[in-house]
């Protein structure tokens, strides 16, 4: 049996279990294969883009390589948004297209083009297979970087290209068997010594005076780490997409109270010394607070290669684990008085928005959405679109228990493929999975219902004021006169069609008590998929949004 149909048996070798196919012609030995391997769990999604984001989420729900899988020509191209997301999200995927010889391509046939080295610099790596596998030589080559690529993907925890020629017939003739002695190269990961001693010694530098700030980035949930943080003196400003779960020294409320501090105030807040981890952070008041008032040292722990100098002050990258140095740094000393600094700020910021929240009645996107947030069950997997979505749980975070674990597409921040990507945690888990959605990232990704699997464990929450409602409330567009049309881009949809034509739970709510009851029916259905639509003004969003963000005040 030839190698090419031996694709699965050396994956499986390697752990891999989730395999996401279109269908197509020139794939068909990868298809059938994959189809007849029953290590596999195998999802068939029609439409490559959306396909490319279900990967994605599942691969972020299992924090494991998951495989895609589709023909030649344009169908790879329609990787290229999921593919980018993983790269910056450091996420997994294991790409599988299948190509044309390379004496056809630039030859005017039918679903050809240049695929080779495809999507570029937004893979970690990218492999070129052999066309000819009949010769031992071929087969061996084949195998081996088949096996390389694998380990590319799981190393550098990112997306990996495999790009695979196949020349006619592509269906087998005979028995599909799997060769379960195929060479397999494996690629242990051999821990190091604890690097406590060291940095115990390390830590002994910092003055006991000194003013310790951490900033913690998009990641996810760390039981050992949520464990320290509390231990710690130090204020550790995080985001929900952070993942950091409740602790008396969290600071969340950023948003509302840096940009109404004087510079004098900035100044006297300023850490000597900052420590960040993790990925990206959504925060403009954070991020120019930071680089506006630099700290004397900015150190950036990391056990990968993956760093950035977001706030332009980065010294030093420490390449160790946040768990390993945070340990460390809970019996060093360090000045214990600036952690009441922060409190007292965030415990204002949260006084007001409980005061200001709870007692508005109307429907408005900020007041829908923090209703929506104390409503969330704690062991629920929570996905939020781009745009306003992720701004406004950035602004008010969770009121009640924080959910399981929060994702946001925050490798290129776009709004395609929300809804795939919260499809693929739900075919990855049991758990209910929310997602909190714009209109227009709703509509613009609906082929994530084009499939045949019941995901009875989706809920989705659709926050529609009829056009891309942030350009309103950003300086540069809303004083335009081309706003509404060009920038805003108003639509009438709304969700019933679309729940009508894909069989989905719909629940709608445009009033206050509408949405308490209809959240409630729509968190307890479970025969099917589910979508709430919450329909408010978008003008009056935007005002709500201004006034609620103005009105803080410190004193």
Same mark, same amino acid.
């Given at each position: ?17 989730? *395999? $996401? %196919?279109?269908?197509? #012609?020139?794939? =068909?030995? @990868?298809?059938?294969?994959? /189809?007849?391997?029953? &290590? ?25 390589? *998951? $495989? %895609?899988?589709?023909? #030649?020509?344009? =169908?790879? @191209?329609?990787?290229?948004? /999921?593919?980018?997301? &993983? ?139 949520n464990e320290i943080i509390p231990q710690l003196g130090i204020p550790v400003v995080c985001e929900p997409l952070a993942n950091i779960a409740v602790s008396d020294n969290r600071i969340q ?120 947030l104390q409503y969330l069950p704690s062991d629920s997997y929570v996905h939020v679109a781009n745009s306003m979505p992720v701004r406004y749980l950035n602004l008010l975070g969770f009121p ?70 942030i350009f309103r409330m950003i300086d540069g567009p809303k004083g335009q006169p081309e706003l509404e049309e060009y920038f805003v881009t108003r639509q009438k949809l709304t969700a019933r ?59």
């Amino acid at each position: 049996m030839s190698i090419i149909y031996q694709v699965p048996a050396i994956l499986n070798k390697h752990d891999i279990k989730r *395999v $996401v %196919l279109s269908p197509g #012609s020139r794939n =068909a030995p @990868l298809t059938i294969s994959f /189809a007849r391997h029953t &290590a596999f769990e195998k999802y068939i999604i029609p439409d490559e883009r959306s396909a490319g984001f279900v990967a994605l989420g599942m691969a972020q729900t299992l924090n494991a390589p *998951v $495989v %895609l899988v589709c023909t #030649s020509g344009s =169908a790879a @191209l329609n990787y290229a948004p /999921a593919v980018a997301e &993983a790269y910056f999200s450091n996420t997994p995927l294991l790409i599988l297209t299948a190509d044309r010889p390379p004496e056809w391509i630039d030859q005017q046939d039918g679903q050809t083009i240049r695929q080779q080295n495809l999507f570029g610099n937004h893979v970690r790596a990218s492999f070129q297979l052999p066309v000819d596998t009949t010769h031992p030589d071929g087969a061996w080559e084949f195998s081996r970087k088949l096996n390389e690529a694998v380990h590319a993907c799981k190393m550098h925890q990112g997306p990996v290209h495999v790009n695979i020629p196949f020349r006619e017939p592509f269906y087998p003739n005979e028995e599909l068997r799997f060769n379960e002695t195929l060479p397999y190269i494996a690629f242990p990961k051999i821990g190091g010594s604890s690097p406590a001693p060291f940095l115990s010694e390390f830590l002994k530098r910092i003055p006991a005076s000194v003013k310790i700030l951490c900033i913690a980035g998009q990641g996810a949930p760390n039981k050992e780490l949520n464990e320290i943080i509390p231990q710690l003196g130090i204020p550790v400003v995080c985001e929900p997409l952070a993942n950091i779960a409740v602790s008396d020294n969290r600071i969340q409320k950023q948003d509302l109270f840096l940009g109404k501090l004087s510079n004098e105030q900035q100044e006297q807040l300023k850490p000597d010394l900052l420590i960040t981890w993790g990925a990206s952070v959504i925060s403009k008041s954070l991020k120019q607070f930071i680089r506006s008032h630099k700290p004397l040292q900015h150190w950036h722990l990391s056990d990968s290669s993956q760093w950035a100098d977001t706030y332009k002050s980065l010294t030093g990258v420490i390449q160790v684990s946040p768990v390993d140095f945070l340990r460390s740094l809970v019996d060093t000393s360090y000045n214990k008085n600036y952690l009441n600094e922060w409190t007292a700020l965030e415990e204002k910021a949260s006084i007001y928005s409980a005061s200001q929240l709870d007692k508005s009645q109307d429907l408005t996107e900020l007041n829908a959405f923090n209703t929506v947030l104390q409503y969330l069950p704690s062991d629920s997997y929570v996905h939020v679109a781009n745009s306003m979505p992720v701004r406004y749980l950035n602004l008010l975070g969770f009121p009640n228990n924080d959910p399981q674990q929060v994702f946001c597409n925050r490798g290129t921040s776009g709004i395609d493929g929300a809804v795939s990507t919260a499809m693929g945690c739900a075919l990855s888990t049991d758990k209910t999975v929310v997602l909190l959605t714009g209109d227009m990232s709703f509509f613009y990704d609906r082929n994530a219902w084009w499939h045949n699997y019941t995901c009875p464990n989706l809920k989705v929450i659709v926050f529609n004021n009829h056009g891309g409602g942030i350009f309103r409330m950003i300086d540069g567009p809303k004083g335009q006169p081309e706003l509404e049309e060009y920038f805003v881009t108003r639509q009438k949809l709304t969700a019933r069609h679309l729940a009508n034509e894909f069989d989905l739970n719909y629940f709608h709510a445009n009033n206050y008590d509408a949405l308490k009851s209809q959240l409630h029916k729509l968190l307890n259905a479970s025969t099917q998929p589910s979508v709430l639509e919450i329909e408010t003004n978008g003008q009056e969003d935007v005002a709500a949004f201004h006034s609620f963000k103005q009105q803080f005040k410190l004193s």
